[in-house]
């Protein structure tokens, strides 16, 4: 076996203290996780004491605390010029995120030669936090986008088609608003940025049975999920936006029956989600604009662009949850139907069903 080198375990104690210090300050300067990251700078420095202050005058301290009027007189010089201090027997380095001056790290007594090397760690720890939150709120941003584009074409249609069944079958009709009324409950819910691949399942289920009604039946329909996956949070509103252009842009425009299968499967650490059906399907080059998000139907459809808007949607989503790796797969052709693939993570570190 290769021997290994003395500052081997140095280097790989500093990198795992390193990545603590990220996750440390993954809700930034204000956040819980700021005294832990300073008591780490601490230790890493050999110094007397550390502190981490954000411009709003948020601060924390690892060891003796500071003198007030010392270190307020150490971080004006920072933050004036934006540049490192000395005011013995303490030093600062500015914290620059995402180009703008964001805080200062001091130390008292400390490895100045190492000050400025952890200085730069700590401002790419905090951007990668902000970068972490904006992406967040973008995810949120279009969920609310979504829920607002729930097809008034879909809800015309299945009030339509329960107005009708009232008289001729009246116990088809109280089921199918039933039907309604739990679709609605669950595509408005507040409850949280993430459900259950069951709980999609469930709403979906409740979708089809109302377009089944809607088509007279003709509509085959097939669901099938692993059981190992069904409790595995994806993406609020991800699956059945999917399912409605299917029938909207599949199975509307073809004439005579139609049929939508929806199937889930765990292939190692991944969730693989696939929506098909065998209506008209559309140009390779048509889906790789819809997912770019400049798509549209007006052949089929006048309100074709928001199906589009609403794959593109879900596509930028799973992007911007999981990473830029794990959009929607679209495989299609003229006249062959359509095919979309979804693949998330398993298990992926802040994405819980509420």
């Known amino acids: 076996m290769r021997r290994r080198r003395p500052d081997e375990g140095l280097t790989m104690r500093v990198l795992t203290v390193v990545q603590d210090i990220d996750t440390d300050l993954r809700d930034g300067l204000g956040g819980r996780g700021a005294p832990a990251a300073a008591r780490r700078l601490r230790r890493l420095l050999a110094a007397e004491a550390v502190v981490l202050a954000g411009l709003d005058g948020t601060v924390a301290v690892a060891g003796p605390d500071p003198d007030p009027d010392?270190?307020?007189?150490?971080?004006?010089?920072?933050?004036?010029?934006?540049?490192?201090?000395?005011?013995?027997?303490?030093?600062?380095?500015?914290?620059?995120?995402?180009?703008?001056?964001?805080?200062?790290?001091a130390v008292r007594e400390?490895?100045?030669?190492?000050?400025?090397?952890?200085?730069?760690?700590?401002?790419?720890?905090?951007?990668?936090?902000?970068?972490?939150?904006?992406?967040?709120?973008?995810?949120?941003?279009?969920?609310?986008?979504?829920?607002?584009?729930?097809?008034?074409?879909?809800?015309?249609?299945?009030?339509?088609?329960?107005?009708?069944?009232?008289r001729t079958d009246p116990a088809r009709a109280r089921t199918l608003l039933n039907d309604f009324a739990d679709y609605l409950r669950y595509s408005f819910s507040v409850q949280g940025d993430y459900a259950t691949v069951a709980d999609e399942l469930q709403a979906i289920q409740t979708y089809l049975e109302l377009q089944r009604a809607r088509f007279d039946d003709r509509m085959e329909l097939s669901v099938r999920m692993a059981p190992e996956i069904l409790p595995v949070a994806i993406p609020f509103l991800v699956i059945q936006p999917i399912v409605e252009n299917a029938v909207r842009h599949g199975l509307e425009p073809k004439p005579g029956p139609g049929s939508i299968s929806v199937s889930g499967f765990g292939?190692?650490?991944?969730?693989?989600?696939?929506?098909?059906?065998?209506?008209?399907?559309?140009?390779?080059?048509?889906?790789?604009?819809?997912?770019?998000?400049?798509?549209?139907?007006?052949?089929?459809?006048?309100?074709?662009?928001?199906?589009?808007?609403?794959?593109?949607?879900?596509?930028?989503r799973l992007r911007t949850v999981y990473g830029p790796e794990y959009g929607l797969v679209i495989e299609t052709a003229p006249g062959g139907g359509t095919k979309v693939?979804?693949?998330?993570?398993?298990?992926?570190?802040?994405?819980?069903?509420?």
């Not at 010089?77 to 030093?91: C, M």
């Not at 770019?292 to 309100?303: E, F, H, I, K, N």
Request: charged share 20%; hydrophobic share 45%.
């Open 110 to 166: 400390g490895a100045e030669a190492e000050l400025a090397a952890l200085g730069t760690l700590v401002s790419r720890s905090l951007d990668h936090a902000a970068l972490r939150r904006a992406r967040g709120r973008i995810a949120q941003a279009e969920l609310r986008t979504l829920r607002a584009q729930i097809s008034p074409h879909f809800l015309h249609n299945a009030l339509s088609v329960i107005g009708a069944r009232i």
């Open 70 to 105: 010392e270190l307020a007189a150490l971080l004006a010089q920072t933050y004036e010029n934006g540049t490192p201090a000395h005011r013995p027997p303490w030093s600062a380095v500015p914290l620059i995120v995402a180009g703008e001056l964001s805080g200062a790290l």
């Open 267 to 316: 292939e190692g650490p991944l969730c693989v989600i696939e929506i098909e059906d065998d209506g008209v399907g559309m140009e390779p080059e048509f889906a790789q604009a819809i997912l770019a998000g400049s798509g549209g139907r007006p052949v089929l459809s006048p309100d074709t662009g928001r199906a589009s808007v609403g794959l593109a949607n879900v596509d930028q």
């Open 341 to 354: 693939v979804i693949r998330v993570p398993r298990f992926m570190r802040g994405v819980v069903a509420n």
